[in-house]
């Protein structure tokens, strides 16, 4: 068995993320209260208790879905799951991967995607920029109605999730056009997404510029385990080129097809999605039915998995 972690991004977070967790492993309550401690506010709370609005907002999505993240690598490792052979992270999620390569402290992972959600929360005032996710269309159709539709304002691929799920961002007016002329030529589906700012692309160039000097005061260790990027869908394995895909993703897309491909070329067969939700075990669904993907989260999804992968 070749293994990958994967850990989700925005997207994935639900009400009362993780309390099963705290329930049922002591060691999950603990990093809880580390992680409140770092942020100076209750992150436990808000995962256990937020309503979906209070999930929604950028710069408490992003650290409420680390911390479960994190909390369920520390439950895996309590429970002598195996180390991975590689880790990789949606968007987000890279910050937990270079968590699980034991590169970041998880008390500085939380605090940077902190300040990381408030700066792409801050950069593109409200309802001037979108998003829309694409369904069943080719990726280079995708590209060239964003460039007809862009005129003179930003429209590009920000996510490319699996073959059949690209989704655009920028500009409002942009990305309605965009929709419009996909549905018009053959797009299955075009969708709007609900989301406070147009993440991976030019417009969040502001939080690019103000992550970055953040970015340069982290203390990053050798990985442990490489870390496929999202911005090159490559393996890395120094704290330069960590630091390096860490500024770059802002503005760039997520490669996220091509990163699960490397991984499946490089002999990974058993991918574990690490934190909240179901989404990466979905698109991998969608990306290869020759591997295996399971996702924990939960007690009994954990169980689950543990059985799986012959974890007694």
Known sequence: MTLAYIFPGQGSQHPGMGKNLVENFPVAARIF?????????????????????????????????????????????????PTPDYVAGHS????????????????????????????????????????????????????AVCVEASQKQVCAP??????????????????????????TRGAKRVLKLNVSAPFHCSLMMPAQDRLAEDLEALALDELKVPVVT???????????????????????????????????????????????GKVLTGLMRQISREVKCFNVEDTASLKSAAANLGVS
């Not at 942020?39 to 309503?51: A, I, K, M, T």
């Not at 799920?165 to 549905?183: F, M, N, P, W, Y």
């Open 33 to 81: 209260e580390e992680l409140n401690d770092a942020l100076h506010f209750s992150v436990s709370r808000l995962c256990f208790e937020g309503s979906p609005e209070e999930l929604q907002l950028t710069e408490n999505t992003q650290p409420a879905i680390l911390a479960v993240s994190v909390v369920v690598l520390r439950v895996l490792e309590s429970e002598g799951f």
């Open 92 to 143: 987000l999620g890279e910050y937990s991967a270079l968590v699980g390569a034991q590169s970041l402290s998880r008390t500085d992972a939380i605090r940077t995607v902190r300040a990381r959600g408030r700066y792409m929360q801050e950069a593109v005032p409200p309802g001037v920029g979108a998003m829309a996710a694409v369904i069943g269309a080719e990726l280079k159709d995708i590209e």
């Open 158 to 183: 920000a996510n490319i999730n699996s073959p059949s799920q690209v989704v655009i961002a920028g500009h409002t007016e942009a990305i309605d056009r965009a929709s419009e002329l996909l549905k």
């Open 230 to 276: 999202n911005v090159d869908a490559a393996a890395i394995t120094s704290p330069a080129e960590a630091r390096d895909a860490l500024v770059r993703q802002v503005s760039s897309p997520v490669r996220w097809l091509q990163s699960i491909e490397l991984l499946i070329r490089e002999g990974v067969d058993t991918f574990v999605e690490v934190g909240p």
